[in-house]
C-alpha cells in the first residue's frame, strides 16, 4: 500500500495544503461521502490536519454527517480578496454546498456553473495548513466532472464501488477518466463488501472477490474492504462517524488501515 505516497507525482498548488486526494464514484449511493468522512476522521485520529470538500451538489451530505446539519459558513474578507471560512467538526475543516446560506445557492447546477462553483470551493477557502485536503466528488464520469478533475490540482483519487457493482462498467470509466487527464488512481475501496452477524459470523452477500478481479484487470490496488454495517447510517444520521464512535470496530479498523497507506 505503500505504493499511494508514491503514486502522488503531482505537486498540490494550493497553498497550504499538501495533498489533495479525490474520493469518487461511477454512480450515486455506494457510499463515496461514507467513505470521504470515515477517512477524513480516521486520518485526523492519526494526527493529520485534514479538510474535508463536500463537492458533491448533487447531494451535499457531509454536513449531516459530520453533526453540521444547519450550519452556515461566514465570508471574511482577506488580502488575497473575500474567503469562504470554514468551518469545523471533529478537528476537520469542512467545506460543502450545503454550508451555503440559501442567497449564496446558486440555482441550477449545470455543468459550467458546477466547475466554478468547486473551483472557487477549491481556491477560495480559507484552508490554512493542510496535510490533506479531501474532495468528495460528485458522483459520475460526465462532462462536468471530467472538467473538474482535469482543471482541479487533484494529486490522486480514488474510487469507491460496491461488490453489485463492480462488473458495471461505470467503475472502469472513473478509473479511465482520471489516468485521461493523468491524475493517479491510488486505488479502489470496496464499501458493503461482507457482512458480520451477531455470531461474529462473516457472510458475503454479493458474492467475494469482484472487487480484487476488478482492481486486477485496472491494474490499480484495492485498498480495502468495508463492511456492511448499520452503525455507519445511525452516524450518518447523528452526526458522529463510526471511526470516532467506535474507532476499534472491525469496520473502523478498515477505514484507519487504508488511512495508514495514504
Ligand atoms: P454516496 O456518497 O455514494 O451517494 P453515501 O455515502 O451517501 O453514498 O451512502 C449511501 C447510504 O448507504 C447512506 O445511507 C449510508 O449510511 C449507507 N452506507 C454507506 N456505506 C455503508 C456500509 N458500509 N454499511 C451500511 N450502510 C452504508
Redesign the pocket.
Known amino acids: 500500500l505503500s505504493w499511494c505516497k508514491k503514486a502522488y507525482i503531482q505537486p498540490c498548488t494550493i497553498p497550504g495544503v499538501k495533498t489533495t486526494l479525490a474520493i469518487s464514484?461511477g454512480k450515486?449511493?455506494?457510499?463515496?461521502?461514507?467513505?470521504a468522512v470515515n477517512l477524513a476522521t480516521a486520518l485526523r485520529l492519526a494526527g493529520a490536519k485534514v479538510g474535508l470538500l463536500d463537492a458533491?451538489v448533487y447531494?451535499p451530505?457531509v454536513p449531516q454527517m459530520l453533526g453540521l446539519g444547519k450550519s452556515e459558513v461566514e465570508i471574511i474578507d482577506t488580502p488575497e480578496g473575500q474567503r469562504f471560512l470554514p468551518l469545523s467538526a471533529y478537528g476537520i475543516k469542512v467545506m460543502s454546498v450545503g454550508l451555503l446560506a440559501e442567497p449564496n445557492r446558486p440555482l441550477a447546477w449545470r455543468g459550467p456553473i458546477l466547475h466554478k462553483i468547486i473551483t472557487q470551493f477549491i481556491h477560495e477557502v480559507q484552508w490554512g495548513e493542510l496535510d490533506y485536503l479531501l474532495i468528495d466528488l460528485p458522483?459520475g464520469t460526465g462532462d462536468a466532472q471530467i472538467t473538474i478533475v482535469q482543471e482541479s490540482p487533484i494529486c490522486g483519487a480514488i474510487v469507491?464501488t460496491t461488490p453489485q457493482q463492480v462488473a458495471i462498467s461505470d467503475v472502469r470509466r472513473s478509473v479511465y477518466m482520471f489516468r485521461q487527464v493523468g491524475v493517479p488512481v491510488l486505488g479502489i475501496i470496496e464499501?458493503?463488501s461482507y457482512f458480520i452477524n451477531s455470531n461474529g459470523e462473516q457472510t458475503s452477500i454479493f458474492g467475494t472477490g469482484g472487487g480484487q478481479k476488478l482492481a486486477d484487470e485496472l491494474k490499480a490496488p484495492l485498498l480495502g474492504e468495508?463492511?456492511?454495517?448499520?452503525r455507519?447510517?445511525s452516524g450518518?444520521d447523528t452526526g458522529k462517524p463510526l471511526t470516532l464512535a467506535d474507532p476499534n470496530s472491525t469496520?473502523s479498523q478498515a477505514f484507519v488501515q487504508i488511512a495508514a497507506a495514504l
Request: net charge negative; proline share 12%.
Open positions: 464514484s450515486g449511493g455506494v457510499g463515496k461521502s461514507t467513505t458533491d447531494g451530505n458522483p469507491v464499501n458493503m468495508i463492511p456492511i454495517d448499520p455507519i447510517c450518518g469496520t
